[in-house]
């Protein structure tokens, strides 16, 4: 495997149904990261993990919880969502810009394509 | 005033054309700046940096006006595989996390 995975590929799930989103990152980064993206919106950030400790949440509603339990594995648990989660999920890593402040490439994976009916 | 701002599009040029896409951006302390490419139902990928003097990379051009907020991507010679959108991303604060993404312009190039 190479670069940013991410699993499932597709997800349709009911509002009471509880699911996770797995990344995994082979690169040999250290900062990892989940944007939302919406038909018709920019990407949106919604949580930034480095070095395994979240160091930015969005404001994003509780439904959604990151886990990160290593640098190479970055989860999103779901759980009673509601339809207007329906979105695609991306995942992302780059190297750690905490030293620098200047932000480095980020590689994302080919997302989850969410949908809650 | 949303924080990145770019011309949605289409934008429908034959190949060979000379296409350029406008970008602003609100926080003027912003101090990073990036073209990326998302292909339809893909994943962003990093076209190129933007740096204060301009910069090239092949048929692509980038430039940055930091008194106007405002960046530019000219694209050269089009191909048909340069049909894509081009996502203008500003970094959001002095972080080196948090990007801000524009809703991108499309652009086809056609035969």
């Known amino acids: 495997e190479t670069g940013v995975t991410q699993t499932p590929r597709h997800l349709v799930m009911g509002m009471t149904n509880k699911k996770s989103l797995k990344c995994e990152q082979h690169?040999?980064?250290?900062?990892m990261y989940w944007y939302k993206q919406s038909a018709k919106k920019p990407l949106e950030l919604m949580f930034v993990y480095s070095l395994e400790e979240r160091v930015e949440n969005n404001s994003v509603p509780s439904r959604f919880s990151p886990e990160c339990p290593n640098s190479s594995h970055l989860f999103l648990h779901l759980h009673t969502l509601q339809p207007e989660d329906s979105a695609l999920y991306l995942c992302?890593?780059?190297?750690?810009?905490?030293?620098?402040?200047?932000?480095?490439?980020?590689?994302f994976g080919p997302g989850t394509r969410l949908t809650v009916t | 005033r949303k924080e990145v701002e770019q011309d949605p599009g289409p934008f429908n040029v034959p190949e060979g054309a000379t296409v350029a896409f406008n970008c602003t951006y609100s926080?003027?302390?912003?101090?990073?700046f990036f073209w990326y490419r998302q292909d339809c139902r893909k994943e962003p990928k990093l076209l190129m940096s933007?740096?204060?003097s301009g910069n090239e990379d092949g048929r692509f051009t980038a430039q940055l006006n930091r008194a106007s907020q405002y960046i530019s991507l000219l694209i050269r010679d089009s191909k048909l595989s340069d049909s894509a959108t081009y996502l203008c991303?500003?970094?959001?604060?002095?972080?080196?996390?948090?990007?801000?993404f524009g809703k991108g312009t499309s652009l086809l190039v056609t035969p």
């Open positions: 926080n003027s302390a912003s101090q990073s």
């Open positions: 992302a890593s780059s190297q750690d810009p905490s030293g620098t402040g200047d932000p480095y490439e980020q590689y």
């Open positions: 690169l040999g980064h250290n900062a």
């Open positions: 933007v740096y204060s």
């Open positions: 991303v500003v970094n959001q604060r002095n972080s080196g996390y948090a990007l801000n």
